[in-house]
């Protein structure tokens, strides 16, 4: 079983950052895929990055290319979302994702362990 925590959402004005954290606790955090999805208001889940275990291959929605970067720290059992520029169409409840697996995927159902996400908002 893991534990997934988020952190970092909130409200600002468009081209701001933020950086979201995701802490894990329960199993080995080292042996999971991450991934970050969001869901806006009567949306369904959209993929946003992932990154493996090692940190050594990344993926991205094509919304975010080149505005956000996924990174890792598994000394510290915690993935990272740093968005850069972001956009009103940005604003949505972020959720970071675990997968029990070596390869990462934009599919939801690849990934086995979810947190209760953070509200980010983007003001135009």
């Known amino acids: 079983q893991v534990q997934l925590a988020e952190s970092g959402g909130g409200l600002v004005q468009a081209g701001a950052s933020l950086r979201l954290s995701c802490v894990a606790s329960g199993r080995t955090f080292d042996g999971y895929t991450m991934g970050w999805f969001r869901q806006a208001p009567g949306e369904e889940h959209e993929f946003v990055a992932a990154i493996t275990a090692s940190g050594r291959s990344t993926n991205y929605a094509d919304p975010v290319k080149g505005r956000f970067t996924i990174s890792r720290d598994n000394a510290k059992n915690t993935v990272f979302l740093q968005m850069n520029s972001l956009k009103p169409e940005d604003t949505a409840v972020y959720h970071c994702?675990?997968?029990?697996?070596?390869?990462?995927?934009?599919?939801?159902?690849?990934?086995?362990?979810w947190g209760q996400g953070t509200q980010v908002t983007v003001s135009s």
């Open positions: 994702a675990a997968a029990s697996s070596l390869t990462t995927s934009t599919w939801h159902g690849h990934y086995n362990y």
